[in-house]
């Protein structure tokens, strides 16, 4: 049973947004944060939507994790929730957007965004705009973006890869004509730029130098920077009422049980809120690499997210005491939840995008391929019945990736907001895996029967 109260949130908050994809959000709030962090100043980091990546970015530089805040996963009130939850202890929130600031889904195209979320949560707003190329203009775009929309939250910018000179002159078009201030700027250096792949930016582990290079940024954007002004905007976000869950606590304890998460850098993509979810529910999550460990740990349920396993692939084949590792868990009955690049580890084979064959665990049948184009993209609800699915159960999510099986699943069916729909999932015991990143908190049944099932396990193999 759940218990709701109202609580008061006060906490000086910005969200970083963009006209567009690849202005440098990521670089500016990775800066940004790191800058209150030589200044003493504990922040909160989060990010817009589902992506993984962006907020590893953000727990390297602070080395707390940082949270997705996505409103069709999670709804206004639950990302209320968690940003509230994230907040915690600091003394100011950085909200690093999405895409371009109106970019949605839904009919208005704007849910979801950027702006919605600045919305919800009351945030002021900041645009990073890239201006290379542009002179006049870019005061002319800032404007135009500020007068857009019911809600108008921008206030203030960032100029990106600008001489001081240019930057000068369109803070002073931008000041007179539209009253917003430009709070500093990036000039044109080719250090501060950040590789892409398929799924986005790379991971942060892969750039060796990762660190001075956002010391880096943040040594420019020091120079330039009002900081004062942009704590006296974010100090103007006004108080935050929340509705809080409380879970009722269980009329006789439960023992505790251990959940073994794979995390290295062929699987990396968790939302803190789940793993949170998991531990509320009585889970202790301990990590082991699947690349470097020879077995996974002492556990009661195996938990293996999504990642980049097609580029690890040779290496995940070549540990094959992990593999046997999973083979007996699995074989003992073991809880095992798998998604996305776990689902891939799982089966029999997988085919890497130079078209060599790679043996994974075997666990499932059929193998994955990997293609030249998007497979699945974008949100998804996914309902049926068997494995950690009750009955009439549906639960939040979203598909993204670049590979196909031969054995999708047929247990559950996943619907597109647009109506589109297809099978998903296999269910095979006590295995749950498929393509779909789940939210657990969307439906919070789903993760309480896969730690019952946890428990479960751990009783009949007499652990206490």
Not at 67 to 78: K, P
Not at 137 to 143: F, H, N, R, T
Not at 280 to 309: C, K, M, N, T, W
Request: charged share 25%.
């Amino acid at each position: 049973m759940k218990q709701n109260h109202s609580s008061e949130i006060r906490i000086p908050r910005i969200l970083i947004a963009a006209p567009g994809s690849g202005s440098g959000k990521t670089l500016l709030t990775c800066a940004l944060l790191r800058l209150f962090q030589r200044k003493g100043i504990r922040a909160a980091a989060f990010k817009c939507g589902p992506d993984f990546i962006d907020p590893m970015f953000h727990k390297k530089v602070l080395g707390t994790p940082s949270r997705n805040l996505d409103l069709y996963l999670a709804g206004e009130d639950g990302v209320r929730r968690s940003f509230a939850a994230g907040c915690e202890g600091a003394q100011i929130a950085v909200i690093e957007g999405v895409m371009g600031y109106f970019d949605g889904t839904g009919s208005s195209g704007m849910e979801g965004s950027s702006y919605h979320l600045a919305s919800v949560l009351q945030a002021p707003v900041l645009l990073a705009v890239d201006v290379r190329g542009m002179s006049r203009s870019a005061a002319a775009l800032i404007k135009g973006f500020a007068d857009y929309g019911e809600q108008r939250m921008i206030r203030g910018a960032f100029l990106n890869r600008v001489s001081p000179a240019m930057a000068n002159r369109i803070s002073g078009w931008l000041e007179s004509e539209a009253g917003i201030p430009v709070l500093g700027s990036f000039p044109v250096d080719d250090a501060l730029h950040i590789e892409s792949r398929h799924l986005g930016l790379v991971e942060p582990d892969e750039i060796p130098d990762l660190l001075q290079k956002i010391d880096h940024a943040a040594d420019l954007l020091d120079q330039t920077l009002n900081l004062e002004l942009l704590l006296e905007i974010a100090q103007s976000a006004p108080v935050l009422q929340v509705e809080k869950m409380s879970r009722e606590k269980p009329s006789v304890e439960v023992s505790p049980v251990t959940i073994a998460l794979a995390e290295d850098k062929a699987f990396s993509f968790y939302y803190e809120d789940n793993l949170e979810l998991l531990k509320e529910l009585g889970a202790q999550i301990v990590r082991f690499s699947p690349l470097h460990d020879r077995e996974i740990p002492e556990a009661d349920g195996l938990l293996i997210g999504g990642g980049y396993p097609e580029l690890k692939a040779g290496e995940l084949a070549a540990n094959t005491f992990m593999i046997s590792s999973i083979r007996r868990a699995a074989e003992q009955g073991m809880p095992i939840l798998a998604e996305c690049g776990g689902f891939q580890y799982l089966q029999e084979k997988l085919v890497d995008s130079e078209g060599i064959e790679h043996r994974m665990c075997g666990v499932l049948k059929g193998f994955s391929r990997m293609t030249k184009k998007l497979v699945r993209f974008g949100y998804v609800e996914v309902s049926g019945e068997g494995g950690y699915f009750g009955s009439g159960q549906t639960i939040r999510g979203h598909e993204f990736h670049y590979s196909d099986s031969t054995n999708n699943g047929n247990a559950c069916r996943a619907v597109k907001p647009d109506g589109r729909a297809w099978d998903c999932m296999v269910v095979q015991g006590r295995i749950t895996a498929g393509y779909p990143h789940l939210y657990y908190r969307s439906d919070p049944a789903f993760a309480e029967a896969f730690v019952a099932e946890c428990r479960k396990f751990r009783e009949e193999r007499g652990r206490n």
